[in-house]
């Protein structure tokens, strides 16, 4: 489809007038309309593409015109293509029309927005921070600004962060985190339960929140390809991965077949150990010890395969621009390959275990079901949206790789826990398959990255389906290749109202197992 | 059931096969492990409990310190675990670079342990921000809020390293 003749249709329907396509590339078209029509033509999008709002995003890119650039961005899994929908604000009207109420996957972004740039998304009915607590920031410091100074240090502002009430008779309210019991990311979960069924849960995140997205700034592509490493440690070459992507993009730098393939086998081997953590951290949550210990034993062979493959067990500092760094010689891919049948023997074992355990499987069955129009209200993703019939999959969208080894997307209806679990084993098995293929058709003898390139200005989308779901970068570069504007997107920042649904009616033990089989990221919704 | 039977018996102990196998986990673990007990035997009454705090860490750290409990590292073997309640723990163990949302956790967490209050951190992150040292939203490095004794280097430290490095400290204070 030509996207000229798609905004005529656009334009025609939704009865828009001032909608013009200022930038396209293969992958990427982006529409600059006037603040007054930039609701309906979200909405238009939103409503022709089936898409929920992927990434929206605003930056402080022409202080010398004194305005703010706000972008908003759909992915049409037909055309293979995103949509960015861009609007300016002028600084010294700092308002845009809220999407929220008609794009409920908008809201959180417009929260964001708000909290970042101090521009203000007029209608949107919830604009309490997110990152910036309420109890150690005080208001008026937007840090995202490119004129941002810190508010003196240790200021104590006496506020505090608005729960949602829950008011009736045998209501009771149970605070949790952030610090929790196990080992993991902090974050607060408050539950307002009557009895044993869980009524409402609030999340509050931000926990881990470093200003990462201001680290960017400033940063040449060398320093912010290692930035890019450490936002989120579980899925470093996904987000590596995306980042380099996007530089790719902006500086024309070819990405050769070895270096697909070779990026393709890292983020699948990612994917591997980090959907059988889960799958063990599923039984673990139910109280079924043994499988677990069983699935971490594989978890660890592979996170030593990883380091025996690519110097790194959690695949840090191996992307690069155009390809990797590493390349697998004989040896290596003899014991990839040997060490990928002992995985999948051990793999049989642990699904048989789990299937065969008649408690296990109830457990799982029913509990924690995320509805499909739920999950597509909030835009669900990644694990999580195929468990609940959202078929969408960067891998099938954008196969480049993929294509060659006939890749199959997972895919669930019933969105409870077990769905999600039918889907890890589904996609550990998938991506074993693939990686072997992938080490069939490779013919790599030696690193051929590019390593003259010139950098220049612009801007682009970088994405790759990381085991989670999409993690989306997009990057504006001035014109010596410093870093102007790095918006991260992990699916994890959709996903976690999704989480807050699906518990909904069960009781609060069951809690840590519908947790678990989201799995999302404190870090990479944090940045 | 007849499953995990069949699964216990031909695999036997974990940590056998791996370390003659061809990906060679662990070849020291053993010894350094069996230092480790004799010390915590005589000088925590046979447990050193451990509680972990996150304070803005990637989650790689968190990964590598639940490592060192699989049945390949198994710390807890050696006397060594990790308690869901700072009121268990004889020492805290801190990763990421502290950001400014997780200050007041950390604090509440440290005043809720009973004594010797043993603070070590992980990660180079927890030591001065690491990648993030300069960040409009982080404390920088734990030292600044808690007496830290004890620093596990590494992005992330392996588990094999974190265990060297808690016996190394154990066996000089």
């Not at chain 1, 997107?489 to 109202?497: G, L, R, T």
Request: one cysteine or more; a neutral charge.
């Amino acid at each position: 489809m030509d996207s000229r003749d798609f905004l005529q249709k656009i334009k025609a329907l939704h009865k828009i007038s001032s909608p013009e396509i200022i930038f396209e590339r293969a992958d990427e078209v982006y529409i600059r309309v006037s603040r007054e029509e930039f609701g309906r033509m979200c909405i238009a999008l939103h409503e022709q593409l089936h898409s929920p709002v992927m990434s929206y995003f605003a930056s402080d890119e022409w202080r010398d015109r004194q305005v703010f650039t706000v972008r908003c961005a759909f992915l049409s899994p037909e055309n293979r293509k995103w949509f960015f929908v861009v609007v300016e604000i002028p600084s010294h009207d700092p308002v845009f029309p809220s999407i929220a109420k008609e794009i409920y996957s908008a809201s959180l972004f417009e929260r964001e927005i708000k909290e970042m740039y101090g521009l203000e998304p007029s209608g949107n009915p919830d604009v309490r921070r997110l990152r910036l607590h309420d109890e150690v920031w005080p208001e008026g410091y937007y840090p995202l600004r490119k004129d941002f100074t810190g508010p003196a240090a240790g200021a104590i502002t006496g506020k505090q962060f608005q729960f949602v009430k829950v008011e009736g008779e045998g209501i009771f309210e149970v605070p949790v985190g952030p610090v929790h019991a196990g080992i993991i990311g902090p974050g607060h979960f408050r539950f307002s339960a009557a009895g044993e069924p869980v009524i409402n849960l609030e999340i509050r995140l931000g926990f881990t929140h470093r200003g990462a997205e201001k680290m960017f700034e400033g940063k040449s592509i060398r320093e912010a390809l290692k930035l890019s490493e450490c936002l989120a440690g579980d899925a470093a070459f996904a987000y590596s991965a995306a980042f380099c992507r996007a530089i790719e993009k902006i500086a024309d730098i070819p990405e050769s077949d070895d270096a697909k393939i070779m990026r393709a086998i890292f983020i699948e081997l990612e994917r591997m150990y980090n959907h059988v953590a889960d799958i063990g951290g599923m039984a673990i949550d139910v109280g079924f010890s043994f499988p677990a210990n069983l699935a971490a034993i594989i978890k660890e062979n592979m996170l030593a395969l990883n380091m025996k493959l690519a110097g790194h067990r959690y695949l840090k500092h191996i992307n690069t621009l155009g390809g990797v760094t590493k390349i697998l010689s004989a040896d290596d891919k003899t014991l990839l390959l040997s060490s990928l049948r002992s995985i999948k023997r051990d793999f049989s074992e642990l699904e048989k275990i789990l299937q065969s355990s008649v408690s296990f499987m109830d457990r799982v069955d029913t509990t924690g079901i995320l509805r499909k129009m739920t999950a597509e209200d909030f835009g669900v993703l990644g694990v999580a949206g195929r468990a609940s019939g959202i078929p969408l999959d960067l891998r099938s969208v954008f196969p480049e790789a993929y294509n060659s080894v006939n890749f199959q997307p997972a895919r669930e209806d019933k969105g409870d826990a077990l769905a999600r679990l039918k889907i890890r084993l589904f996609e550990f098995k998938e991506s074993m398959r693939m990686i072997e293929e992938f080490a069939g058709k490779l013919e790599m003898t030696r690193i051929n990255c590019p390593s003259d390139f010139a950098l220049k200005a612009g801007f682009g989308l970088g994405y790759a389906e990381s085991w989670r779901g999409p993690v989306l970068f997009w990057v504006k570069l001035d014109a010596k290749g410093i870093i102007e504007r790095c918006k991260v997107v992990d699916s994890s920042f959709h996903n976690w109202q999704g989480l807050s649904f699906a518990v909904l009616g069960n009781i609060i033990p069951d809690f840590p197992l519908c947790n678990k089989s989201f799995n999302l990221s404190y870090a990479g919704n944090d940045l | 059931m007849k499953e995990i039977i069949k699964n216990r018996i031909l695999r036997g102990i974990a940590t056998k096969p791996i370390m003659g196998s061809a990906l060679n986990i662990s070849p020291d673990n053993e010894s350094i492990g069996v230092e480790l007990k004799e010390i915590i035997k005589s000088r925590f009454g046979r447990s050193f409990h451990i509680r972990e705090v996150d304070t803005g860490s990637c989650g790689a750290c968190e990964s590598e310190i639940i490592a060192t409990t699989n049945p390949i590292y198994d710390i807890q073997r050696f006397g060594v675990d990790f308690v869901a309640s700072p009121r268990h723990a004889d020492a805290l163990l801190v990763t990421g670079p502290v950001s400014k949302n997780m200050l007041v956790a950390l604090k509440k967490t440290y005043s809720a342990m009973p004594e010797p209050k043993i603070i070590i951190t992980l990660g180079d992150c927890a030591r001065d921000g690491g990648i993030f040292k300069g960040s409009y939203y982080i404390e920088g490095g734990v030292n600044s809020v808690l007496p830290v004794v004890l620093h596990i280097p590494g992005c992330p430290p392996q588990p094999t390293d974190i265990i060297k490095t808690l016996l190394a400290f154990l066996k000089q204070s």
